[in-house]
């Protein structure tokens, strides 16, 4: 009878401690299952993305034309722009070289362009009608025509400059018939020439065909 009563226990307290590695383990295969399927939705998870359609250099205006929109799976940590955001991108400039399929994110655009070595930028205050209606935008190009005063002695008019980038442009003084402000990108040079005919008279500038989207 002792032999029984010893024999018991042991058979029990085996059959406890093999249950509670089948449980365990049971829900440590829950627990895998449950992970797997969080990282499987996530991996199918898509969002509507910014891609450049095709390439665009840098210093260049983004049309809407050079967009176009993916669903795809984003890595945590991996900047992008969503759909949403493609009319705030478009006008804005290109920051870095975009190719064909690439991932826009904030550091991709900028409001204006940097300026190359050898360049400045020069603003002017011009009423619209001398400035193609006040419509100008970052990436148009211009010719920049001057005139001098009519009461001055021999009262010109010239081409001066005859092709400009536009920087950018906004609303300036409303005080004296809605002025705008013009930025160009010069030559260090030009912007002189450009100061002594602003001095002399007047400046009007015209937009060159094809720099419109």
């Excluded at 160009?184 to 100061?195: F, H, K, P, V």
Aim: net charge positive.
């Amino acid at each position: 009878m002792q032999a029984v009563e010893t024999f018991v226990p042991r058979t029990a307290a085996r059959i406890r401690r093999i249950d509670l590695r089948v449980g365990v383990g049971i829900f440590l295969m829950a627990l895998a299952m449950i992970g797997s399927t969080a990282l499987i939705r996530k991996a199918e998870a898509r969002s509507s993305v910014l891609v450049a359609a095709h390439t665009v250099e840098p210093g260049s205006v983004i049309r809407a034309t050079d967009l176009r929109v993916e669903s795809i799976s984003i890595t945590d940590g991996v900047a992008h722009l969503g759909e949403a955001k493609r009319s705030a991108v478009i006008g804005k400039i290109a920051a870095e070289q975009l190719w064909p399929g690439k991932l826009l994110s904030s550091a991709s655009v900028a409001d204006t362009a940097k300026l190359p070595g050898g360049y400045v930028a020069m603003s002017l205050a011009l009423k619209p009608d001398r400035a193609a209606g006040g419509e100008l935008r970052p990436g148009d190009h211009v010719a920049v025509i001057a005139s001098t005063s009519p009461d001055r002695p021999n009262a010109s008019t010239r081409l001066l400059l005859a092709d400009v980038p536009v920087l950018s442009m906004r609303q300036g003084n409303t005080a004296d018939g809605g002025s705008v402000i013009i930025t160009l990108r010069l030559r260090l040079e030009e912007a002189r020439d450009l100061a002594e005919a602003r001095s002399a008279g007047s400046i009007d500038l015209v937009l060159l065909s094809g720099t419109k989207s």
